[in-house]
């Protein structure tokens, strides 16, 4: 079985803090800026929160809220701890986050 709190540490490394960068889509939500936060999309806090969104929510967005909807959209999502291998779930956990879990990728629904 593998931990999510073993990879929690990492994946906050890597994705850093507050992006404004107006030329990256996925900083803006119907239409909207809102930037992102901790890799944390518009589109997916806006669904963890159910509701709708400002740049307020996003820019006051915490390292542990950020860690919470990691560990419920992704780790438990998609059954991580039922891996054998801490690499391996962390391998797959780094490709949902970076690519998307599917669909149309902008959000975890």
Request: glycine share 10%; charged share 20%.
């Amino acid at each position: 079985m593998t931990s999510f709190n073993l990879s929690a540490g990492k994946i906050l490394q890597i994705e850093g803090g507050y992006n404004s960068n107006r030329n990256w889509q996925e900083n803006f939500l119907d239409g909207a800026f809102i930037g992102t936060k901790h890799g944390i999309t518009p589109a997916t806090l806006a669904h963890h929160l159910r509701r709708d969104i400002t740049q307020a929510d996003m820019v006051n967005l915490t390292k542990a809220t950020a860690l919470k909807i990691y560990e419920k959209e992704y780790w438990d999502r998609y059954r991580l701890s039922e891996f054998d291998s801490q690499d391996l779930a962390e391998i797959v956990a780094d490709g949902i986050i970076q690519h998307g879990p599917g669909g149309n990728g902008d959000t975890v629904v």
